[in-house]
Each structure stands twice: as structure tokens, then as C-alpha cells.
């Protein structure tokens, strides 16, 4: 269990959910390579959409057409919506001729398209799609930007959480406690920890559901931000859900359930599996609890199973799995490195669902401290 507080479930519209929890990025409404039914025979309990990639690729109507992204996924669990701060860094920060930015919204000039956004767009569409947890529109930068870039970024942030309260609570105002979904704040400043608590005391001032660490959780030089999450997750309230926003290596995972998060998502599994670079736990890894998972960062071990020693290998991808492909010896090494070198998909679905699986496992452990 967690030290700090003791939150076992995120609980929204007749949902349940366990924490902490990793949640597979479902951009478009879909994770790749896997059907819904794969994600729940793997144990995922939510996945995140992205409103902005929703909104420019023209899917918002053909959701609601299917009354809500749970029914156009066909998938009963819980689903965040991201609000498309991300792409506000992603793809205006680091490319200015994509758009522009200022105090009333973000408006993307991208892929020959013009897309709007401001707070309160944000929250309308995340609403009508249906979202059980939606997410404010923030000002997202690198950890790294300027002092001055990252006192622009939390004063819109800390404004744009104001806007997007007011129309949350103006749009589910007549609605009913089991079909209110959840409002979470980002908290945004970079490097600066004075900035961070700036940002943080002024969105636990407007009160939200939860709370996210927003903006990039690496350095440029690609080490992970462990100081600046621990500082974060302990500004956040210890009776609200904690979300540490795209944080997915499984040694970064343990050290943010140490500091107190609760949520998580990226698109290292997926992606991964999708590369054939595919995780597994070493024998070892059974009865070990949070502080020796984090002392021992080498709990798992990586398979490129594209690599010709696995070419004849008679062995599941892993022993200590329990997945479609590694369950009663369903699918060998060989087999899957035959179906990756002939191009076929059904090599792209079995490494997900056991990248996925191995992901669960991990959330299992760190349940049953």
C-alpha cells in the first residue's frame, strides 16, 4: 500500500478502477494492435484519449454518434481524456509555424488543418465524448525552458484550470452524482520548484478531483526528473488521486509509487512491442515489495525477439507470464520471430498484450505492498 495516503481505487460514473494503475495511450479512441477485449484480458482497467487527435482527425460526431467513447471502443473501463496541452508544446512550442498561442487558447495550424482550443472548447468537447475523467487545458512546456516561458506557462495554466471549472461545473450542473465525471488540474513550472508550488497552491485554491504532474518528466539529457516528482506529488493533496502525466519506464513507475502517485500513462509498451523490444520479469522479481523493487532497478529484462538467437527458441517470451502468448506455451519465441520478420500483425498483438500484461503485473505488485 501506499505510505502516503490510502487511496485503493479511482471511483467515477458506477466505474472502478485499482491504483496505482498504468493507463495504455488509446489516442484516436484505439490502442494499437490490440482490441478492447485484449486490454481487459490483460488487465487494463483504463486507457487515455487525446481530445486534440480526436478533434483533428475528425472523430469527435462518430463518437457521439455511438453515444460516447466507451461504446465507440467498446471498452467498459475508465477513460481519461488528455486535453491537448501536450500538443500545445509538442507542436507549437517546438515549431512556432504550427500555430500560435496566446491567453485566450491554442490554435493549430498542422497537417494543412486549423484546430482551436481554448479551455473552455477543451472541456466541452472532453464532455461530450463522454470522458469519465477530463483534464484542464494547460500551457505544457519542457523542463528546461526559460524563466520566463515557464512564468507565461503557469499563470495561463493556473487561468485556463480557472475557465475550464467554470464550464465543467456549468456543463454537468444538472447532471447526476453516478453520471459526473471527474475534473483533474496540471500542474506546471518546470524545473522551478517556486514556480511548481506557485502553480499547485493556486490550482488547490479552485479545487479539483485530481491533480497531474504536467510537462515533460525527463531532461534534455534524458534522465528522469526523480527530485522534481517527489516535489510535486508531496504539493498535491493526499486524499485526491496524484497522476504523474507520461511517466511509463518500470523503474520510474516504482520511484513515483514511492513519492505517492496513484496514475499512469505512456506509450513505452505499446510502442515497444511494436519495435520487438518486448519486457520481462526476472525470477527474482516475486515477493519483492516497493523498497526493494526500488533499489533494484534490475527487476526486468528486455527480449528483441527479432534477434536471430531466437530464431529456433522453443521457450514462451517469458516464463514468468502469464499473457495469451506466454500462457500454456500458446505462442514460442521462434513462432513470434517468424510472424515479426513476415511482416504479419498478429505479431504486433501478441508482444502488446504481453508488454501490457507485463505492465499489469507490475501495478499487481505495487497494489499488494
Request: hydrophobic fraction near 35%; charged fraction near 30%.
Amino acid at each position: 500500500m501506499n505510505k502516503l495516503k490510502d487511496l485503493q481505487f479511482l471511483e467515477v460514473k458506477n466505474k472502478k478502477m485499482q491504483l496505482p494503475a498504468f493507463l495504455p495511450d488509446a489516442t484516436l479512441g484505439f490502442v494499437r494492435g490490440v482490441s478492447s477485449n485484449d486490454l481487459l484480458k490483460c488487465g487494463i482497467e483504463g486507457v487515455v484519449v487525446n481530445i486534440y487527435h480526436l478533434l483533428h482527425g475528425e472523430l469527435i460526431n462518430k463518437i457521439k454518434e455511438k453515444k460516447g467513447i466507451g461504446n465507440y471502443m467498446k471498452f467498459p473501463g475508465i477513460i481519461i481524456s488528455d486535453s491537448g496541452g501536450f500538443q500545445v508544446m509538442s507542436l507549437i512550442h517546438d515549431n512556432p509555424q504550427n500555430g500560435k498561442i496566446n491567453d485566450d487558447g491554442a490554435t493549430f495550424l498542422y497537417n494543412n488543418k486549423k484546430t482551436h482550443l481554448t479551455p473552455e472548447k477543451s472541456v466541452e468537447l472532453q464532455l461530450s465524448i463522454g470522458s469519465d475523467v477530463v483534464m484542464c487545458l494547460d500551457d505544457c512546456t519542457y523542463p528546461d525552458s526559460s524563466l520566463e516561458e515557464q512564468n507565461i506557462s503557469v499563470k495561463r495554466t493556473v487561468e485556463w484550470a480557472g475557465r475550464c471549472k467554470k464550464e465543467f461545473l456549468k456543463l454537468t450542473k444538472d447532471m447526476k452524482a453516478n453520471e459526473k465525471p471527474l475534473l483533474f488540474g496540471i500542474i506546471q513550472g518546470g524545473n522551478n520548484l517556486d514556480l511548481r508550488k506557485k502553480c499547485a497552491d493556486a490550482l488547490k485554491e479552485i479545487e479539483f478531483d485530481g491533480y497531474a504532474f504536467g510537462g515533460w518528466p525527463v531532461s534534455q539529457e534524458g534522465n528522469f526528473l526523480n527530485d522534481i516528482l517527489k516535489y510535486v506529488a508531496e504539493l498535491m493533496p493526499e486524499n485526491k488521486p496524484r497522476y504523474a502525466m507520461g511517466v511509463g519506464r518500470p523503474e520510474d513507475i516504482v520511484a513515483c509509487v514511492g513519492f505517492g502517485y496513484d496514475m499512469f500513462d505512456c506509450v513505452i509498451p505499446t510502442r515497444e512491442a511494436r519495435n520487438n523490444r518486448l519486457y520481462s520479469f526476472k525470477s527474482n522479481f516475486f515477493g519483492f515489495g516497493l523498497r526493494k523493487l526500488k533499489n533494484n532497478k534490475k527487476f526486468y529484462e528486455y527480449i528483441r525477439i527479432r534477434n536471430l538467437k531466437y530464431k529456433t527458441d522453443k521457450k514462451p517470451i517469458s516464463k514468468n507470464c502469464d499473457c495469451f502468448a506466454c500462457s500454456n506455451r500458446n505462442f514460442t519465441r521462434e513462432q513470434i520471430y517468424k510472424m515479426f520478420k513476415e511482416r504479419d500483425k498478429e505479431a504486433i498483438r501478441l508482444a502488446t498484450i504481453h508488454n501490457l500484461r507485463f505492465y499489469t503485473k507490475l501495478m499487481e505488485r505495487l497494489r499488494n505492498q
